[in-house]
């Protein structure tokens, strides 16, 4: 690689749920625009984030957890996602947890079998790995399955050996003018951005309560000289997912609006007023069109 040269391109990150794509993202960039929790499946969207340099932009894509799980629309929705964003990269990281492999593990694999792109392992969460005698013969299996352009074993969490795998990323750029603004990280816009913020303190603050049918939704975003003002709905199927979320006195809700209403304001940097609401809307999650009426679209 001539390193006079501008190099830009484009890296899908993919694993089946929970392997930390969304944490790895986040550190690669420093900042955070995608949302994490414990539970898989927490990413929904497909999420641009941008790393420019003075040699080059790196376009990363996370993507929802590819997975072989119960067919309803949004899980199909996730699932294609994931995958249509595989024939237009210019480099794919297929994250894998350490020691660890699932027939979902294999869904991701067989997909990978049917592009051009290079591909490299990232063998996530070493950092639980006691006995680091025991990577080496799970890379050799994993290897004895596919060829990989490249494996880097890190700890996203610790940013661990991160700095080898952007260096290992950047070596595969294409020469190419940059695609987005020098300060731009992410194409996604503040709203959005907001209502993942509120959708990850409903997950955390939940735990095994929470209810996998529910979403969130801006109604009004509001932005003053001294103040923003958001208004947002959680969206749940059943009166008693309503009844969870919102909690005893309305002592859960509450204390979503309040930790969501923190980070938000880290984000923009300023004062936020945020104003929480729970609805019933029966069947979302299996409703193609109510998927597309919440914001989730294939494009």
């Given at each position: 690689?001539?390193?006079?040269?501008?190099?830009?391109?484009?890296?899908?990150?993919?694993?089946?749920?929970?392997?930390?794509?969304?944490?790895?993202?986040?550190?690669?960039?420093?900042?955070?625009?995608?949302?994490?929790?414990?539970?898989?499946?927490?990413?929904?969207?497909?999420?641009?984030?941008?790393?420019?340099?003075?040699?080059?932009?790196?376009?990363?894509?996370?993507?929802?957890?590819?997975?072989?799980?119960?067919?309803?629309?949004?899980?199909?929705?996730?699932?294609?996602?994931?995958?249509?964003?595989?024939?237009?990269?210019?480099?794919?990281?297929?994250?894998?947890?350490?020691?660890?492999?699932?027939?979902?593990?294999?869904?991701?694999?067989?997909?990978?079998?049917?592009?051009?792109?290079?591909?490299?392992?990232?063998?996530?969460?070493?950092?639980?790995?006691?006995?680091?005698?025991?990577?080496?013969?799970?890379?050799?299996?994993?290897?004895?399955?596919?060829?990989?352009?490249?494996?880097?074993?890190?700890?996203?969490?610790?940013?661990?050996?991160?700095?080898?795998?952007?260096?290992?990323?950047?070596?595969?750029?294409?020469?190419?003018?940059?695609?987005?603004?020098?300060?731009?990280?992410?194409?996604?816009?503040?709203?959005?951005?907001?209502?993942?913020?509120?959708?990850?303190?409903?997950?955390?603050?939940?735990?095994?309560?929470?209810?996998?049918?529910?979403?969130?939704?801006?109604?009004?975003?509001?932005?003053?000289?001294?103040?923003?003002?958001?208004?947002?709905?959680?969206?749940?199927?059943?009166?008693?997912?309503?009844?969870?979320?919102?909690?005893?006195?309305?002592?859960?809700?509450?204390?979503?609006?309040?930790?969501?209403?923190?980070?938000?304001?880290?984000?923009?940097?300023?004062?936020?007023?945020?104003?929480?609401?729970?609805?019933?809307?029966?069947?979302w999650s299996n409703d193609e069109r109510a998927l597309a009426s919440l914001g989730y679209t294939n494009e």
């Amino acid at each position: 690689m001539n390193d006079s040269e501008f190099h830009c391109g484009f890296v899908a990150i993919i694993g089946r749920p929970n392997v930390g794509k969304s944490t790895l993202l986040n550190h690669i960039l420093g900042q955070k625009i995608s949302i994490t929790s414990r539970k898989p499946q927490t990413t929904r969207h497909q999420i641009l984030g941008v790393k420019t340099s003075s040699t080059s932009q790196v376009i990363y894509v996370d993507t929802p957890g590819i997975h072989n799980r119960r067919s309803t629309a949004i899980n199909r929705y996730m699932n294609r996602a994931a995958n249509s964003v595989l024939n237009d990269v210019d480099l794919v990281l297929f994250v894998v947890q350490a020691l660890q492999w699932a027939e979902e593990d294999e869904v991701v694999l067989n997909r990978l079998q049917e592009i051009t792109a290079p591909v490299l392992l990232v063998v996530n969460k070493i950092d639980k790995v006691g006995d680091k005698n025991e990577l080496l013969p799970y890379i050799e299996k994993l290897t004895a399955m596919r060829p990989f352009d490249a494996v880097i074993p890190v700890s996203a969490l610790h940013a661990e050996n991160i700095a080898q795998l952007e260096a290992d990323v950047y070596e595969r750029l294409p020469e190419n003018e940059a695609f987005f603004p020098y300060d731009q990280i992410t194409d996604r816009n503040v709203r959005f951005l907001s209502a993942e913020i509120i959708r990850e303190k409903l997950i955390r603050e939940l735990g095994q309560e929470l209810p996998y049918t529910s979403t969130v939704e801006i109604d009004r975003f509001e932005e003053g000289e001294s103040i923003t003002r958001i208004f947002a709905t959680i969206y749940v199927e059943t009166k008693g997912q309503k009844a969870i979320i919102i909690g005893r006195k309305g002592a859960r809700l509450k204390s979503i609006g309040t930790k969501a209403r923190v980070d938000i304001e880290k984000m923009l940097d300023g004062k936020v007023y945020l104003e929480l609401w729970v609805k019933v809307r029966e069947g979302w999650s299996n409703d193609e069109r109510a998927l597309a009426s919440l914001g989730y679209t294939n494009e």
